[in-house]
């Protein structure tokens, strides 16, 4: 199911006006996958790392610098 969410968020990002942008505001990957929860995407941080392969010790870039996003 969050395997689901995850992909569901990555078309969102692309066809709603305005989500990729803010959710790319978020200052890590906690914030991040909180801000998603509050637009209805439904999966914890390591839902969304397991989904995405990120590993948030390995991730050095800005989260709006994550692929798809």
Known sequence: MAQQEV???FRGAQSIPGLR???S???DLEHFVQMAQE???Q???EEWQKA???AVEELKCEVSEIPGI
């Open 39 to 41: 637009y209805g995407y």
């Open 21 to 23: 942008d803010k959710l």
């Open 52 to 54: 995405t392969g990120f």
């Open 25 to 27: 505001a978020a200052r």
């Open 7 to 9: 992909a569901r968020l």
């Open 43 to 45: 999966f914890t941080l």
